[in-house]
């Protein structure tokens, strides 16, 4: 029942992410996954949901595969390692600015990955702007998610 449910939370956020946006801009709903699944139950899971997620990812838009994997999969690993108990100590500021930064990272090593292996997805100056705007679209999520241990 756990897997269908995480099945389906993955499935949605693909269907909103392709439905929702901000200034035409849309939210990166799978790397806030990633990220949950990494805070939650810790850096393997998490970076093998973010291989999957970004597997998917990459199979349904990406004219390769592994630029969303890699990304993805660092996201739910470094999500667990230092934001669950590995340096700091989890707070909704560390919250908000983990998933910011996972968020740029994601879309840096997506972003970097396609340059070099493929052809330039877009200019730099627009890579920038969405991907800023992606984590400050994701970074609110970040004082909900809570690891497991957090008061």
Do not use: C
């Not at 919250?95 to 997506?110: A, E, P, R």
């Amino acid at each position: 029942m756990k897997y269908l449910l995480a099945a389906l939370a993955v499935y949605i956020a693909f269907i909103l992410q392709a439905k929702v946006s901000v200034l035409s801009i849309s939210p990166n709903l799978t790397a806030l996954i990633a990220y949950y699944a990494g805070i939650k139950y810790g850096e393997n899971k998490g970076m093998f949901s973010g291989l999957l997620i970004g597997a998917i990812e990459d199979s349904l838009s990406s004219p390769i595969l592994g630029p969303n994997m890699l990304g993805k999969g660092l996201t739910g690993y470094f999500s667990s390692f230092f934001i669950s108990g590995g340096f700091l100590v989890w707070t909704p500021l560390l919250g908000i600015l983990g998933l910011f930064v996972l968020t740029l990272i994601d879309n840096s090593v997506v972003f970097f990955s396609l340059s070099v292996f493929d052809t330039l997805p877009t200019a730099h100056s627009e890579a920038m702007f969405t991907s800023v705007m992606q984590a400050l679209l994701n970074s609110a999520m970040g004082m909900f998610i809570r690891p497991s241990h957090a008061d």
